[in-house]
Protein backbone atom coordinates (compact mmCIF):
# COMPACT_ATOMS: atom_id res chain seq x y z
CA UNK A 1 0.00 0.00 0.00
CA UNK A 2 2.91 2.15 0.28
CA UNK A 3 2.86 4.85 -2.35
CA UNK A 4 4.24 7.82 -0.13
CA UNK A 5 6.56 8.51 2.37
CA UNK A 6 5.66 8.00 5.88
CA UNK A 7 6.96 9.66 9.40
CA UNK A 8 5.83 7.78 12.46
CA UNK A 9 4.98 10.63 14.92
CA UNK A 10 6.39 10.03 18.00
CA UNK A 11 4.16 11.72 20.50
CA UNK A 12 1.35 9.44 19.51
CA UNK A 13 2.84 6.21 18.39
CA UNK A 14 5.65 3.88 20.83
CA UNK A 15 4.37 6.02 23.78
CA UNK A 16 5.04 2.95 25.83
CA UNK A 17 8.53 3.76 25.63
CA UNK A 18 9.83 6.67 27.50
CA UNK A 19 10.68 9.71 24.43
CA UNK A 20 14.28 9.55 23.86
CA UNK A 21 13.88 5.80 23.14
CA UNK A 22 11.23 6.10 20.89
CA UNK A 23 13.47 7.03 17.56
CA UNK A 24 15.15 3.84 18.25
CA UNK A 25 11.81 1.83 17.82
CA UNK A 26 10.80 3.91 14.73
CA UNK A 27 13.98 3.12 13.26
CA UNK A 28 13.48 -0.98 14.32
CA UNK A 29 9.81 -0.77 13.21
CA UNK A 30 11.25 0.13 9.40
CA UNK A 31 10.65 3.94 9.57
CA UNK A 32 13.48 6.65 8.75
CA UNK A 33 11.39 9.80 9.40
CA UNK A 34 9.70 10.58 12.73
CA UNK A 35 8.14 13.87 14.00
CA UNK A 36 6.50 15.10 17.40
CA UNK A 37 4.39 17.46 19.24
CA UNK A 38 6.81 19.82 20.69
CA UNK A 39 8.13 17.04 23.56
CA UNK A 40 9.34 18.95 26.90
CA UNK A 41 7.19 20.36 29.41
CA UNK A 42 8.45 24.38 28.66
CA UNK A 43 8.99 26.70 25.50
CA UNK A 44 12.61 27.01 26.39
CA UNK A 45 14.13 23.15 27.64
CA UNK A 46 17.65 22.82 29.20
CA UNK A 47 20.14 22.78 26.79
CA UNK A 48 20.88 19.24 28.30
CA UNK A 49 17.27 18.37 27.21
CA UNK A 50 17.74 19.34 23.61
CA UNK A 51 20.97 17.92 22.90
CA UNK A 52 19.97 14.66 24.35
CA UNK A 53 16.75 14.89 21.96
CA UNK A 54 18.90 15.67 19.21
CA UNK A 55 21.31 12.86 19.92
CA UNK A 56 18.78 10.11 20.08
CA UNK A 57 17.52 11.26 16.77
CA UNK A 58 21.10 10.77 15.41
CA UNK A 59 21.88 7.71 16.80
CA UNK A 60 18.84 6.17 15.39
CA UNK A 61 19.50 7.06 12.03
CA UNK A 62 15.94 8.76 11.21
CA UNK A 63 15.13 11.91 10.19
CA UNK A 64 13.26 14.62 12.18
CA UNK A 65 10.39 15.81 9.39
CA UNK A 66 7.96 17.54 11.69
CA UNK A 67 7.76 19.49 14.52
CA UNK A 68 4.77 21.51 16.72
CA UNK A 69 5.99 24.51 18.24
CA UNK A 70 5.37 24.96 21.62
CA UNK A 71 1.04 24.47 22.39
CA UNK A 72 0.72 24.68 26.01
CA UNK A 73 -0.66 22.05 28.01
CA UNK A 74 -2.21 18.95 25.43
CA UNK A 75 -2.82 16.75 27.63
CA UNK A 76 -5.05 19.46 29.56
CA UNK A 77 -6.67 20.20 26.12
CA UNK A 78 -4.95 23.10 25.43
CA UNK A 79 -4.51 23.44 21.68
CA UNK A 80 -1.99 25.74 21.05
CA UNK A 81 -0.90 29.63 22.07
CA UNK A 82 -0.35 31.08 18.58
CA UNK A 83 -4.13 32.98 19.09
CA UNK A 84 -3.63 33.60 23.20
CA UNK A 85 -2.52 36.87 24.24
CA UNK A 86 -1.97 34.69 28.09
CA UNK A 87 0.05 32.82 26.15
CA UNK A 88 1.70 34.77 23.29
CA UNK A 89 4.79 35.84 25.16
CA UNK A 90 5.20 31.81 25.93
CA UNK A 91 5.09 31.74 21.99
CA UNK A 92 7.22 34.07 21.20
CA UNK A 93 10.21 32.25 23.92
CA UNK A 94 9.81 29.37 21.85
CA UNK A 95 9.98 30.61 18.55
CA UNK A 96 13.85 30.27 18.08
CA UNK A 97 13.90 27.13 20.46
CA UNK A 98 11.97 25.34 18.23
CA UNK A 99 13.63 26.81 15.12
CA UNK A 100 17.21 26.37 15.94
CA UNK A 101 15.91 22.52 17.04
CA UNK A 102 14.63 21.46 13.88
CA UNK A 103 17.12 23.73 11.60
CA UNK A 104 20.03 21.58 13.76
CA UNK A 105 18.10 18.28 12.88
CA UNK A 106 17.61 18.95 9.47
CA UNK A 107 13.70 19.18 9.90
CA UNK A 108 11.61 21.72 6.98
CA UNK A 109 7.94 21.58 8.73
CA UNK A 110 7.21 23.44 11.95
CA UNK A 111 3.31 23.39 13.13
CA UNK A 112 1.81 25.91 15.23
CA UNK A 113 -1.45 25.53 16.67
CA UNK A 114 -4.01 27.88 17.24
CA UNK A 115 -5.06 27.84 20.58
CA UNK A 116 -8.64 27.56 22.24
CA UNK A 117 -11.67 29.77 22.74
CA UNK A 118 -12.75 32.32 24.06
CA UNK A 119 -9.72 34.55 24.88
CA UNK A 120 -8.47 34.00 20.70
CA UNK A 121 -7.22 37.61 19.18
CA UNK A 122 -6.87 36.89 15.36
CA UNK A 123 -4.91 39.84 15.12
CA UNK A 124 -2.40 38.24 17.66
CA UNK A 125 -2.15 34.78 15.85
CA UNK A 126 -1.40 36.48 12.59
CA UNK A 127 1.55 38.14 14.04
CA UNK A 128 2.68 35.23 15.95
CA UNK A 129 2.54 33.12 12.54
CA UNK A 130 4.18 36.05 11.16
CA UNK A 131 7.13 35.90 13.44
CA UNK A 132 7.12 32.01 13.59
CA UNK A 133 7.27 32.54 9.37
CA UNK A 134 10.30 34.97 9.25
CA UNK A 135 12.16 32.89 12.00
CA UNK A 136 11.83 29.87 10.08
CA UNK A 137 12.63 31.25 6.54
CA UNK A 138 15.92 31.32 8.32
CA UNK A 139 16.18 27.69 8.20
CA UNK A 140 14.31 26.73 4.62
CA UNK A 141 11.72 25.89 7.25
CA UNK A 142 7.79 25.90 6.36
CA UNK A 143 5.16 26.83 9.36
CA UNK A 144 2.08 24.80 8.96
CA UNK A 145 -1.58 26.09 10.04
CA UNK A 146 -3.65 22.98 11.09
CA UNK A 147 -7.53 22.39 11.47
CA UNK A 148 -8.55 20.49 13.93
CA UNK A 149 -12.35 18.44 14.47
CA UNK A 150 -14.74 20.33 17.05
CA UNK A 151 -15.71 17.05 18.09
CA UNK A 152 -12.91 16.34 19.89
CA UNK A 153 -11.76 19.86 20.04
CA UNK A 154 -14.64 22.09 20.70
CA UNK A 155 -13.09 24.96 21.76
CA UNK A 156 -10.72 25.22 18.73
CA UNK A 157 -11.60 27.66 15.88
CA UNK A 158 -10.48 26.55 13.26
CA UNK A 159 -12.17 23.45 12.35
CA UNK A 160 -12.01 23.43 8.32
CA UNK A 161 -9.79 23.89 5.22
CA UNK A 162 -11.46 26.82 4.20
CA UNK A 163 -10.84 28.41 7.75
CA UNK A 164 -6.82 27.44 7.20
CA UNK A 165 -6.74 28.66 4.10
CA UNK A 166 -8.11 32.11 5.26
CA UNK A 167 -5.96 32.96 8.19
CA UNK A 168 -2.77 31.77 5.99
CA UNK A 169 -3.87 34.01 2.77
CA UNK A 170 -3.95 37.00 5.91
CA UNK A 171 -0.55 35.98 6.96
CA UNK A 172 0.54 36.40 3.61
CA UNK A 173 4.39 34.23 4.02
CA UNK A 174 5.71 31.92 1.33
CA UNK A 175 6.67 29.64 3.46
CA UNK A 176 2.99 29.65 5.40
CA UNK A 177 1.13 26.48 4.18
CA UNK A 178 -1.54 24.04 5.22
CA UNK A 179 -0.97 21.48 7.62
CA UNK A 180 -3.95 18.44 5.61
CA UNK A 181 -4.74 16.55 8.76
CA UNK A 182 -7.22 14.44 6.67
CA UNK A 183 -8.51 12.73 9.54
CA UNK A 184 -9.73 15.85 11.21
CA UNK A 185 -10.89 17.06 7.76
CA UNK A 186 -12.64 13.50 7.20
CA UNK A 187 -14.42 14.13 10.67
CA UNK A 188 -15.57 17.33 9.95
CA UNK A 189 -17.22 16.31 6.59
CA UNK A 190 -15.16 17.22 4.59
CA UNK A 191 -14.81 15.39 1.26
CA UNK A 192 -10.95 14.31 1.75
CA UNK A 193 -10.44 13.50 -2.12
CA UNK A 194 -11.42 16.45 -3.37
CA UNK A 195 -9.28 18.55 -1.47
CA UNK A 196 -6.48 16.76 -2.83
CA UNK A 197 -7.35 17.19 -5.98
CA UNK A 198 -8.32 20.85 -5.82
CA UNK A 199 -5.33 21.88 -3.00
CA UNK A 200 -3.02 19.93 -2.71
CA UNK A 201 -0.21 22.50 -4.06
CA UNK A 202 -1.20 24.34 -0.59
CA UNK A 203 -0.40 21.55 1.55
CA UNK A 204 3.11 22.02 3.68
CA UNK A 205 2.41 18.63 5.11
CA UNK A 206 -0.12 15.65 5.25
CA UNK A 207 -1.31 13.58 8.53
CA UNK A 208 -3.54 10.66 9.22
CA UNK A 209 -5.64 8.28 10.93
CA UNK A 210 -8.99 6.39 10.24
CA UNK A 211 -12.09 7.56 10.84
CA UNK A 212 -13.81 6.57 12.85
CA UNK A 213 -12.14 5.98 15.98
CA UNK A 214 -8.74 7.66 14.83
CA UNK A 215 -7.22 3.83 14.36
CA UNK A 216 -4.61 2.61 11.83
CA UNK A 217 -5.37 2.84 8.09
CA UNK A 218 -7.81 0.34 7.48
CA UNK A 219 -9.64 0.11 10.57
CA UNK A 220 -12.26 3.02 9.75
CA UNK A 221 -14.12 3.76 6.62
CA UNK A 222 -11.59 6.10 4.88
CA UNK A 223 -10.45 4.80 1.68
CA UNK A 224 -6.32 5.23 2.12
CA UNK A 225 -5.34 3.70 -0.49
CA UNK A 226 -7.31 5.98 -3.05
CA UNK A 227 -5.97 8.75 -0.94
CA UNK A 228 -2.41 7.52 -1.08
CA UNK A 229 -2.95 7.28 -4.81
CA UNK A 230 -4.79 10.96 -5.03
CA UNK A 231 -1.38 12.46 -3.47
CA UNK A 232 0.59 10.81 -5.44
CA UNK A 233 -0.83 11.59 -8.62
CA UNK A 234 -1.21 15.62 -7.99
CA UNK A 235 2.10 15.78 -7.07
CA UNK A 236 2.79 15.60 -3.36
CA UNK A 237 6.28 14.46 -2.73
CA UNK A 238 6.52 15.78 1.19
CA UNK A 239 5.94 12.61 4.46
CA UNK A 240 2.62 11.81 5.42
CA UNK A 241 2.75 11.44 9.30
CA UNK A 242 1.43 8.70 11.26
CA UNK A 243 -0.77 10.33 13.69
CA UNK A 244 -3.20 7.29 14.47
CA UNK A 245 -3.41 5.54 18.36
CA UNK A 246 -3.13 1.91 18.60
CA UNK A 247 -2.23 -0.89 21.55
CA UNK A 248 -0.47 -3.85 21.13
CA UNK A 249 0.71 -5.29 18.12
CA UNK A 250 -0.10 -4.48 14.22
CA UNK A 251 0.29 -1.24 14.46
CA UNK A 252 1.98 -1.27 10.69
CA UNK A 253 0.79 -4.43 9.00
CA UNK A 254 -1.21 -2.12 6.89
CA UNK A 255 2.07 -0.75 5.31
CA UNK A 256 2.66 -3.99 3.97
CA UNK A 257 -1.47 -4.93 2.58
Same mark, same amino acid.
Not at 74 to 88: F, I, N, Q, V, Y
Given at each position: ???? %? ?38 ? &? ?11 ? %? ?19 ? /? ?23 ? %?????? @? ?5 ? $? ?26 ? =? ?15 ? !? ?7 ? =? ?26 ? +? ?10 ? $??? /??? &???? !? ?9 ? %? ?5 ? +? =?? @? ?15
Amino acid at each position: MEAV %EHSVNLSILFTGLPLLERPAAAAKAGFDAVEFWWPFDGPD &PSGAELAALRQAI %EDAGVRLVGLNFDAGDMAAGE /RGLLARPDGSVRFQANIDVAVRLAG %ELGCGV @LNALYGN $DPGTDRGLAVANLRRAADAAAGIGATVV =VEALNSHENPKYPITSS !RAAFELIDE =VDRENVAFLADLYHLHRMGEDVLKLIDG +HCHRFGHVQIAD $DPG /RGR &PGSG !RMPYPEIFARL %EAAGYRG +H =VG @LEYRHEGPGAFDWRRA
